[in-house]
């Protein structure tokens, strides 16, 4: 695969199924997200909805067709000073990690959202985790949390770090 060949595009109704293929394999198999039940293409839908309603954006990376993964900016918190305050997150298909497509996504997103009237960003990582580390890192995000085993998934605790981007 070449970077040359990926196209990413908002998000459109028709990539749900897709995204929760994607986002179930970390469900069911890793601590990366804390959620523990399955999705069904519905409650993507719901999700994205509820993202684009904001005006916020979310973003699929795609090669001939295929949904390699998708990022995402939502609220960071419901209170109403945290309005310029948002939270990013980007997922991949499980055998694409390390070819550039989790850095093309976040590219496009932080241009998005750098025309929006944001102000700060903030990823949540479940640790360990040194490629998502890493790809926060890439783009400009700095560690300023970690927080002790503050999830338990699999039997285990899991701690999380903050990463944050002041624009």
Excluded: C
């Excluded at 479940?126 to 890192?137: I, K, R, V």
């Amino acid at each position: 695969m070449s970077n040359s060949s990926y196209l990413i595009r908002d998000v459109q109704a028709f990539d749900a199924e897709r995204i929760a293929d994607i986002y179930n394999y970390y469900i069911k198999h890793t601590v990366v997200t804390f959620e523990e039940e399955p999705l069904d293409a519905n409650q993507i839908l719901t999700r994205i909805s509820q993202v684009q309603e904001l005006g916020l954006p979310w973003l699929v990376a795609e090669q001939d067709g295929q949904g390699l993964g998708y990022a995402y900016s939502a609220p960071w918190r419901e209170r109403s000073a945290y309005r310029y305050s948002k939270e990013v997150s980007v997922y991949l298909d499980a055998n694409l990690h390390h070819k550039g497509v989790g850095s093309m996504l976040y590219q496009a997103l932080f241009e998005r959202l750098s025309q929006l009237d944001v102000h700060a960003v903030m990823a949540v990582v479940a640790l360990p985790n040194e490629a998502s580390e890493a790809l926060h890192e890439k783009f400009g995000m700095k560690k300023v949390a970690h927080l002790e085993q503050v999830g338990r998934k699999f039997g285990q605790w899991i701690d999380v770090g903050y990463w944050q981007r002041v624009f």
